[in-house]
């Protein structure tokens, strides 16, 4: 796929702002990105007619059908609906996972815009989403059952729940973050609550060996986004279970710069360490810092293509 020289160059500013970033320790320098409603395109750019052909997408995407899978999950209607193919078809397992895009990407359209259809349609599809989650009684929230994870917790095959449970989170978590949401933070924290209280039965059982195994399987983002939600809460537990997804594999051999990156998949480690560099931005942890800076090092002199790609 070819990549345009702006993309690249954006990429590279992008990659500079963050390394300097976390030079210096615990010295941050407190860069903060601008809120998305603070910035107006101007009418007519390439990069309102770039925001309007996402927007012209999210409204093509029906509401219910993305729904379909959350709500048999939830033993509710699905409405008369029929589920889409692809990434949510009823028979994939990673299903689910396109809707925290959907609740994230609706967000940032709405924030770019203000396009009254797509708030209508993002407030519709939380309020739904919260009714599954209700029906559960649990916290429970997903396109798939909970015996996923018993499956996964007996190191059964099965693909990356914790994968798609990231998207919703970090879906919910912009849907209120960017679009003020009264209901999604909420539902956010519910679900890091159940899957903490499950965590930290399987590690009471089986030690923590086994939950070191466990998350050998691709969890995306899982330690960025309870990250944020501690931020946002202040709730201890949400910082203790995001820890708990700061993979030791990976960040033991980065924090004695040691590296061990050649062979391991660039979609499953690269959220990883954007999530330890939450840790230092969120806590102080300036051991995170320095295996974020490392791992940028790795990648910027020795793993990066000419055309700014390393993936």
């Known amino acids: 796929m070819a990549v345009s020289p702006l993309s690249f160059i954006t990429f590279l ?11 210096g320790g615990s010295e941050p320098l407190g ?31 029906n509401p219910d ?54 708030k209508k349609n993002m407030d519709y599809v939380v309020g ?6 209700d029906a559960m009684k649990t916290g429970y929230l997903s396109a798939f059952p909970t015996s996923w994870f018993d499956r996964l917790e007996n190191l059964q095959s099965v693909w990356a729940p914790y994968y798609t449970i990231h998207k919703i989170m970090a879906g919910l978590y912009d849907q209120h973050r960017i679009a003020n949401n009264p209901d999604s933070l909420q539902m956010a924290v519910d679900i890091a609550k159940y899957f903490y209280a499950r965590t930290t039965e399987v590690i009471a059982r089986n030690t923590s060996a086994l939950w070191e195994q466990i998350i ?54 690269i959220p990883e360490v954007i999530g330890a560099a939450r840790r230092f931005e969120v806590l102080q942890d300036p051991t995170y810092s320095d295996i974020v800076t490392y791992f940028l090092h790795l990648i910027n002199s020795t793993r990066t293509y000419a055309t700014g790609g390393s993936n």
């Open 65 to 118: 059908q993305l729904l379909y899978s959350f709500r048999i999950t939830a033993n509710l209607s699905t409405q008369g609906a029929k589920p889409y193919g692809g990434w949510e078809a009823p028979n994939i397992e990673l299903r689910g996972h396109f809707v925290g895009h959907y609740l994230s990407a609706t967000a940032m359209a709405w924030a770019s815009t203000r396009n009254a259809t797509i």
């Open 216 to 269: 050998n399987n691709e969890f995306g983002g899982m330690n960025e986004v309870l990250y944020n939600l501690y931020k946002e809460t202040g709730q201890d537990f949400l910082a203790d279970f995001a820890h708990l997804f700061d993979k030791p594999v990976l960040m033991g051999p980065l924090a004695v710069n040691a590296d061990l990156l050649t062979g391991l998949h660039a979609n499953t480690h």
């Open 31 to 61: 860069i903060e990105e601008f809120a998305m409603v603070d910035v107006q395109l101007t009418p007519g750019s390439a990069f309102m007619q770039a925001t309007q052909l996402n927007l012209d997408y999210l409204l093509m995407l």
């Open 128 to 133: 739904e989403l919260k009714k599954c989650q």
């Open 13 to 23: 500013q992008f990659l500079l702002l963050f390394s300097v970033s976390l030079v």
